[in-house]
């Protein structure tokens, strides 16, 4: 079976580039046999940064690059020679992005426009070189600062499509033939459940050049909360959407039974989903006159917009994008979306600090340690880093 190409879930190692070594060096010349201390400073280690891209849709480039290194900072010379920096090693990762500590689980970014940039992981500062210790009384310092040492992370990555509606409802409910019939997307059709297996998303145009993004999960079935069918993985994809469109075949026994399964299992998904608005579209409505869909509107629930559409009859379209652009942009809908936007922008700009500390003396391989033949190494506070 050939393996998809929508990749919405993937867990990669990351590493920072540890700092240079600051240079212990005494200047010498035949006209200055006594030039004292001039010992560069050692370059930074390169950064792990994450960066929004708009031009990618999945985590498929990730799934065979799990491994991201940037480089070390070069090691201080003398003359006072600074070392190179290390280069920085850029995660491009398509907007809607969540990011998690794999061993801890804990929150750490969520990448949400295009050109977003978030440190994951800071290179470590290069060390400093024995020019900068010589006093009065010590006029000659013969040791150096070793480099702060590298960083290293495993992180989960988590793609949430972004979208302004959602489509919930049960195998061959006619999402995936509404999404084709409003927009250019292509996902596939049949007269078989699941033929939706990966998540969709279309753009859908309205009046004066407006649009709006709609998605399509695979269909969600009774029991999909306990590990049942294929819905509720893909769930995480509508949990940022502004609307929920759930759709139920018009020759369904209970309409309002199959309605209240699919609100069922979204609530224990994440009971935060309750809180955003609710279409219903009572699809395949080809098959029912005016009397039945009378009868079947009076036992639906009377707070909830109710629309009849048939994609393939081309009915009852218009007027649902009518329903679902007033919902999208009712003063209600734009308060709750800038509340939720306002908290992603707060968090993405307090990410994860993974501070690591200085490794004692010869217990960490990844310290570079001074030759012994020439240097002595001592230990600093803190302080000596500023």
Same mark, same amino acid.
């Given at each position: ?242 609307? *929920?469109?759930? =759709?139920?075949?018009? @020759?369904?026994? %209970? ?5 209240? #399964?699919?609100?069922?299992?979204? $609530? ?23 009397? *039945?869909?009378? =009868?079947?509107?009076? @036992?639906?629930? %009377? ?5 009849? #559409?048939?994609?393939?009859?081309? $009915? ?71």
């Amino acid at each position: 079976m050939a393996e998809s190409n929508f990749v919405d879930y993937v867990k990669i190692i990351c590493r920072s580039g540890k700092g240079g070594r600051g240079s212990m060096h005494m200047h010498r010349a035949k006209y200055a046999p006594n030039g004292g201390p001039d010992g560069g400073d050692g370059g930074r280690g390169g950064h792990v940064i994450l960066r929004g891209n708009h031009n990618y849709w999945t985590l498929l480039h990730l799934r065979y690059d799990r491994h991201v290194f940037a480089t070390h900072g070069g090691n201080g010379g003398k003359c006072g020679s600074t070392g190179a920096n290390g280069e920085d090693r850029y995660i491009d990762v398509p907007c809607g992005t969540v990011v998690y500590n794999a061993e801890t689980g804990e929150y750490i970014c969520d990448v949400t426009e295009d050109g977003q940039e978030v440190m994951l992981l800071k290179g470590g500062r290069g060390g400093r070189g024995n020019m900068h210790f010589a006093t009065a009384t010590n006029q000659a310092p013969r040791y150096a600062q070793p480099g702060e040492p590298m960083q290293e992370l495993t992180v989960i990555m988590e793609l949430k499509l972004l979208a302004d509606v959602g489509l919930v409802g049960f195998p061959n409910a006619g999402k995936s033939t509404l999404l084709s019939t409003l927009s250019s997307a292509k996902p596939k059709i049949a007269g078989y459940p699941f033929t939706t297996m990966e998540p969709s998303l279309g753009i859908v145009p309205y009046r004066n050049g407006q649009s709006f993004v709609m998605a399509d999960i695979p269909g969600i079935i009774e029991g999909a909360s306990e590990g049942k069918g294929l819905g509720l993985r893909f769930l995480r994809h509508i949990e940022r959407n502004s609307l *929920l469109l759930f =759709m139920v075949p018009g @020759d369904t026994d %209970d309409i309002k039974k199959e309605y209240e #399964i699919l609100l069922g299992e979204l $609530r224990k998904f994440n009971p935060d989903m309750m809180d955003k608005q609710r279409v219903l579209a009572i699809t395949k409505s080809d098959l029912l006159d005016e009397e *039945l869909q009378q =009868m079947l509107s009076e @036992d639906l629930p %009377d707070d909830l917009p109710v629309v009849f #559409i048939s994609a393939v009859a081309q $009915r009852g379209l218009t007027e649902l994008k009518d329903k679902l652009w007033e919902s999208l942009n009712n003063e209600s809908n734009k308060l709750a979306a800038i509340s939720h936007q306002e908290s992603i922008v707060h968090r993405s700009k307090t990410p994860l600090a993974l501070q690591s500390e200085m490794q004692a003396e010869g217990e960490d391989d990844d310290i570079e340690i001074l030759d012994e033949d020439e240097y002595e190494i001592e230990d600093f506070d803190e302080e000596d880093w500023d």
